[in-house]
């Protein structure tokens, strides 16, 4: 499930300029090491990992914050597909192939970019209250 690898791919990234930004008065080895012992180890994308990854710079529950939903789809759907998504590719993954048919694909497309767009505004507002700059 590449859409799966690529969303992990993302999440670590936001997280890490993030980090690179919020801490800025830390040492560049002292923000390695704590990429190092987070998005590092993140694995997967999960809704309890990006919640734990993104507690370190101050956005506790980021799964569950008010801006994560948009029309027709609550935050309860938002967390329920990003399970259903992870859990497909950990199946395909390990041995125990399931099957995703082409609507199922799109569908899971358009989630997975309209989820990193509030993933990255809710970020960016953090990072902005933090820094009194707007990163992105």
């Given at each position: 499930m590449l859409l799966a690898a690529a969303f992990e791919a993302y999440v670590e990234d936001v997280y890490d300029l993030a980090v690179d930004r919020i801490f800025v008065a830390a040492t560049p080895e002292q923000r390695k090491a704590l990429?190092?012992?987070?998005?590092?180890?993140?694995?997967?994308?999960?809704?309890?990992?990006?919640?734990?990854?993104?507690?370190?710079?101050?956005?506790?529950?980021?799964?569950?914050?008010?801006?994560?939903?948009w029309q027709k789809f609550g935050n309860d759907a938002v967390q329920k597909t990003l399970k259903r998504l992870v859990e497909t590719r950990n199946s395909n993954a390990h041995g125990k192939p399931k099957a995703v048919r082409k609507p199922t694909a799109v569908a899971w497309r358009g989630f997975v970019a309209r989820l990193a767009d509030?993933?990255?505004?809710?970020?960016?507002?953090?990072?902005?209250?933090?820094?009194?700059?707007?990163p992105w």
């Amino acid at each position: 499930m590449l859409l799966a690898a690529a969303f992990e791919a993302y999440v670590e990234d936001v997280y890490d300029l993030a980090v690179d930004r919020i801490f800025v008065a830390a040492t560049p080895e002292q923000r390695k090491a704590l990429k190092k012992q987070t998005s590092g180890r993140l694995n997967n994308a999960d809704v309890d990992k990006v919640n734990f990854l993104f507690f370190h710079v101050g956005i506790p529950w980021i799964m569950g914050h008010r801006k994560m939903h948009w029309q027709k789809f609550g935050n309860d759907a938002v967390q329920k597909t990003l399970k259903r998504l992870v859990e497909t590719r950990n199946s395909n993954a390990h041995g125990k192939p399931k099957a995703v048919r082409k609507p199922t694909a799109v569908a899971w497309r358009g989630f997975v970019a309209r989820l990193a767009d509030r993933i990255d505004e809710v970020v960016a507002d953090r990072v902005e209250e933090k820094t009194s700059v707007r990163p992105w």
